[in-house]
């Protein structure tokens, strides 16, 4: 058991020298320390908090600095999508409804690029090969035929894909500017959202164009006009609640052009890549064989008279 002279506190021979030479020397206690690393703690945890309200408050208030145009960053915004999202959207543009608009229900002010473009990048892959699966199933029974892949039509369907893709929602997109700024009544999409419904749009052509690999021109037609009007009847209920404020013969013309111009590309595609070819074999001559040619006489069909060479 400890004695009662090993519990009691004993002066530290460095601390009395130290008070020796400098009698007005204080020491400092645990307690004491402590507390002073408790309120720099406390201190530097203030600050941060306060650092985290004023970017909270910046990005608020729409005040945070944007990025640059020639960054990474600023482009990174435009393919912020998740997954769910855009199964969301290709649904939409799948099954339109009257009533529901689809930037309004479907992009709700967050539009993307990610979905159109690789919209456009699979419908132009699957024209290609189908136009070429199709080709060449059209001359299996030619002996003369040899497959070779035509590689130029995935550049074709690039081109008419993305231009279509790009070219019409940017004409379409300032001429609703042009109008809004003639009539207070006529609305306007970002051009960011007009490009983001027309390439949602073209998905269902995706599976006509599989489609279309079936040797049947009256249902690879039927097949045409089914997947226009889906398609054509989103991009009327998404830009009829902005053209509908303006006058009726612009009105008609503005959906008369987007109706036409989405059915122009459709059979555009159809007759480029999916034309039935006539067939290039040669007929033979019922009459005439391979070793002895004959003719028949006019008034003698029994008779042959061989041919001299």
């Not at 009533?99 to 690789?118: A, I, M, Q, S, T």
């Not at 059915?263 to 007759?271: I, N, R, S, T």
Request: proline share 6%; net charge negative; aromatic share 12%.
């Amino acid at each position: 058991m400890a004695t009662s002279d090993e519990l009691q506190f004993h002066e530290f021979d460095e601390a009395a020298d130290l008070l020796a030479v400098n009698p007005d020397a204080t020491t400092a206690s645990i307690s004491e320390q402590q507390s002073h690393v408790a309120v720099n703690v406390s201190a530097g945890s203030e600050e941060g908090e306060l650092g985290e309200e004023t970017d909270k408050t910046e990005l608020l208030s729409g005040q945070k600095k944007q990025p640059s145009f020639w960054t990474f960053e600023y482009y990174q915004t435009f393919f912020d999508v998740d997954t769910y999202q855009v199964l969301d959207r290709i649904k939409g543009s799948l099954l339109p409804l009257p009533g529901k608009n689809f930037v309004r229900h479907h992009l709700r002010n967050n539009p993307d690029l990610y979905g159109p473009f690789w919209i456009c990048a699979t419908l132009a892959f699957t024209l290609a090969v189908s136009s070429n699966v199709a080709h060449a199933l059209e001359k299996r029974g030619d002996p003369s035929f040899h497959y070779s892949p035509q590689f130029h039509k995935v550049t074709i369907a690039g081109l008419i894909t993305y231009c279509y893709a790009w070219l019409v929602p940017l004409a379409l997109w300032g001429y609703l500017q042009w109008r809004k700024g003639l009539s207070i009544h006529v609305g306007s999409y970002s051009f960011l959202e007009t490009v983001c419904v027309y390439g949602y749009s073209l998905f269902i052509y995706i599976p006509t164009s599989i489609l279309w690999l079936i040797p049947a021109a009256w249902l690879q037609w039927l097949l045409l006009a089914f997947a226009a009007a889906l398609s054509g009847s989103v991009l009327v209920l998404a830009f009829w609640p902005l053209l509908r404020s303006d006058s009726k013969p612009a009105t008609l013309a503005a959906l008369a052009a987007i109706v036409s111009l989405h059915v122009l590309l459709a059979v555009g595609c159809k007759l480029y890549f999916f034309q039935m070819l006539p067939s290039t074999i040669p007929p033979v001559h019922p009459l005439v064989t391979a070793q002895h040619p004959t003719v028949l006489l006019p008034r003698q069909a029994s008779a042959s008279v061989p041919l001299r060479h």
